[in-house]
């Protein structure tokens, strides 16, 4: 059964049903995404034996002393480590072998052995990519590979760092392939070799049960997700360094233009890099939309996107905040639309709200509050409206290590500030949570140099007065549609959007009143069903 209540605003009416064929949608990484150049060639030249191209190994892990290394991290706040960096000087003319192909092209290899790692991944001090020019990283047994890194991956300078993400093998070969037509004009050098030795087998390896956050934490795409479609994909896990974990989001400017500007914590950062002394990021890596496909977690591994590289325009300590422009824009990432959150500059919190975090560096998780957070210094249980955080507890799950620097998103949908710290765990709900508040980062108590403070990079337009106000989140889509698919929707509650609402494979059950409210039109695509005295409200 059908039960349509619809209430038609001043907007022309556009309720259409009917049955809309999308293309398949693939997925990929900012490269090419193809297979490395040597698999597939028949080149005699490079029939050379796997144990003919040059090996380097790095040192064997302590795995007791790293261990007893974490305890004080997480005893002091740091974020959570899963990989240790080996300094080593790899190039294009120290480390490898060159072979010659029959057209003129080359191709240069080198072996990366790191005996007790679950993975590696690396960090480069220098990267440039000719025309032509192609990066790949694999495991040595064909296993699996990411690239090809190209033009596309370049910097503003060839000395400009770089970062390639997670290969899950100890034994990986990275292949740097040019044409004759660019013969020595490629720049390689890979400063260090980051071998996993925790949390990624859990994290993010194929091979594994998902779900290495605390059993009270809730996946982005549970009900308590469902209105908060569009502000999912505005957030990121950050693999920091190359070695820990942190979260993140992007967030809209007045321009309304999609710079890549993305807000954090300076804790995450202020090992690596300030605004004021070293900007440069490039060892950082963002995994944008790793979420389990629904409520309960699964053995399959989500799609990974992931970009590479920042800088920090402008961070500080008292409200723990660093803003970074992100070197590769997530808009150029195959089949994924980024969503910048709007954010409220004023000394408000409003009531209710979520944050939305990669909790020990699992997949995406929501965890929703309904109270009126509390204006206080960071960890101060005592209140007053001047201090930098603020202060909440939950009504469903918990924050953990690796939740640094995500959103808070009160339920105006504005970001309200970003996750320095707390008590809250899933054995400890009621504990609270500190937030540096965006209201203090936006002036910096009157701060001088703009380093310090948002309001120069977010309000490029200087429409915003120095008390502070609100802006709007921006959808990349250019219909920045609000799509509700493969929901099975049993408790009652409203979708807003503004823009269009799309709902494909719904089911509307268990005596649930459900109002969706856009702008211009709803559609109704196929799958769309209203059971028993359930109720489908539209509104646009």
């Not at 090809?148 to 991956?153: D, K, L, S, V, Y």
Request: with cysteine; charged share 20%.
């Amino acid at each position: 059964m059908y039960v349509f209540l619809l209430i038609i605003s001043q907007m022309k009416l556009r309720l259409v049903l009917l049955l809309v064929i999308f293309p398949v949608l693939c997925y990929a990484q900012l490269s090419t995404n193809e297979s490395p150049v040597s698999w597939s060639s028949t080149d005699v030249s490079l029939l050379r034996q796997t144990s003919d191209i040059p090996q380097v190994t790095v040192s064997q892990l302590d795995l007791d002393k790293l261990q007893q290394e974490d305890l004080i991290d997480e005893q002091n706040g740091e974020p959570p480590r899963f990989g240790y960096p080996e300094k080593v000087a790899i190039t294009l003319t120290d480390g490898g072998v060159w072979q010659t192909l029959s057209d003129g092209s080359r191709i240069w290899r080198v072996r990366i052995f790191s005996p007790d790692a679950l993975s590696i991944n690396l960090l480069y001090d220098k990267f440039y990519m000719p025309e032509g020019g192609k990066l790949f990283v694999y495991a040595t047994d064909k296993g699996s590979s990411i690239g090809a890194f190209t033009t596309r991956n370049n910097k503003e300078s060839p000395t400009d760092g770089f970062a390639t993400g997670l290969v899950f093998s100890n034994d990986i070969t990275v292949e740097y392939y040019e044409p004759a037509a660019v013969k020595g004009k490629g720049v390689l050098s890979i400063s260090y070799v980051v071998s996993g030795y925790r949390l990624i087998s859990e994290i993010l390896q194929e091979d594994k049960a998902l779900g290495s956050s605390g059993s009270c934490e809730i996946n982005v795409n549970c009900p308590e997700g469902d209105n908060w479609q569009n502000e999912k994909r505005a957030v990121a896990m950050i693999l920091v360094g190359g070695t820990r974990i942190c979260s993140g989001s992007l967030v809209n400017t007045t321009a309304n233009d999609t710079s890549p500007y993305f807000l954090t914590a300076n804790h995450c950062t202020m090992n690596y890099g300030d605004a004021v002394t070293s900007p440069d990021l490039s060892s950082f890596s963002f995994y944008w939309m790793y979420e389990a496909p629904s409520c309960t977690n699964s053995s399959t591994e989500p799609p990974i996107y992931s970009t590479s590289g920042a800088t920090i325009v402008a961070n500080y300590e008292p409200s723990d905040f660093s803003l970074l422009r992100l070197s590769e824009d997530p808009k150029n990432l195959s089949n994924f639309t980024p969503y910048y959150l709007g954010w409220d500059s004023r000394n408000t919190s409003g009531t209710g709200g979520v944050a939305i975090h990669h909790p020990s560096g699992d997949v995406k998780k929501i965890t929703p509050y309904t109270i009126t957070p509390a204006s206080t210094d960071y960890l101060s249980d005592t209140p007053s409206s001047t201090q930098t955080h603020w202060r909440v507890t939950w009504s469903k799950g918990a924050t953990e290590g690796g939740s640094s620097g995500s959103p808070l998103i009160n339920s105006s949908r504005y970001v309200i500030g970003q996750l320095h710290g707390g008590y809250s765990s899933c054995s400890s709900q009621t504990e609270p949570d500190c937030y540096g508040k965006v209201s203090y980062s936006w002036l910096n108590n009157n701060a001088s140099d703009s380093r310090r403070r948002l309001k120069d990079w977010l309000d490029p337009l200087n429409v915003i007065p120095s008390k502070g106000g609100t802006w709007d989140g921006l959808d990349s889509r250019s219909d920045c549609v609000l799509r509700i698919e493969n929901r099975t929707l049993s408790a009652s509650q409203t979708f807003t959007n503004n823009c269009p609402i799309e709902m494909k494979n719904v089911t509307v059950s268990g005596g649930a009143a459900i109002v969706v409210k856009a702008k211009e039109y709803i559609l109704l695509e196929s799958g769309v069903e209203v059971t028993g005295n359930s109720s489908l409200e539209l509104s646009f």
